[in-house]
Structure formats: C-alpha cells, structure tokens
Nanobody, 119 residues
Framework: QVQLVESGGGLVQAGGSLRLSCAAS????????MGWFRQAPGKEREFVAD????????KYADSVKGRFTISRDNAKNTVYLQMNSLKPEDTAVYYC????????????WGQGTQVTVSS
C-alpha cells in the first residue's frame, strides 16, 4: 500500500507559477513510477505527467509540455510538479498517482489539490 498526500495548490493569476508536492508513505517509493493527472469541472480526468522510478524518464501531455516539469526526490519520498506560465485552462483538481514499475496501471491515488488560474 502507498498513501499519497498532495499539497501546494491554490489560486494564481494567468502567467504565474505553482509547485505541487506529493508526499508518499508506505512501501518503497522507488518501486513506483509516479504521475500527475488532473480533472476540470465537467471533464474526464486526464494525464499530465509521469516520471520513472529514478527520475531518468519523464513524459508530458502535449498541453503542458514546455510549461510543466515533473521531478522526484526519492530520499524524501516526494514527487513534484512545477507549473509555469499557467493558463485558465489549467484550472483543475490535480491528483498524484503511483504506478508499480512492472505495470501500466496507476494503482494508488491521492485526494487531490485544487489549482485555480484566473484570467
């Protein structure tokens, strides 16, 4: 079992920045690839970014590529999402998630943190 707790969400003006954090507890953090998803009101949850167990490989949704950066600190059992040049369409609840390295499925999810970007 892995428990995930997100933090760092809030209200920011368009063009601003936020950094989300996700603290993990439970089984060995480095056994998991980590990801961020988001869900805007009335929309389906969508993939944002993913990072491999040791951070050597990252993937991004086209909509955030060049603006968002995912990173992790395995010594602190924490994954981050640095979000720059935020747009109103980035407004959503952001979820941290963990994927066993042998799987394509994200098995564990945090409770989410709200990000609101005003125009």
């Amino acid at each position: 079992q892995v428990q995930l707790v997100e933090s760092g969400g809030g209200l920011v003006q368009a063009g601003g920045s936020l950094r989300l954090s996700c603290a993990a507890s439970g089984r060995a953090f480095s056994s998991y690839a980590m990801g961020w998803f988001r869900q805007a009101p009335g929309k389906e949850r969508e993939f944002v970014a993913d990072i491999s167990r040791y951070g050597s490989t990252t993937k991004y949704a086209d909509s955030v590529k060049g603006r968002f950066t995912i990173s992790r600190d395995n010594a602190k059992n924490t994954v981050y999402l640095q979000m720059n040049s935020l747009k109103p369409e980035d407004t959503a609840v952001y979820y941290c998630t963990a994927r066993p390295v042998y799987s394509t499925e994200y098995d564990y999810w945090g409770q989410g943190t709200q990000v609101t970007v005003s125009s």
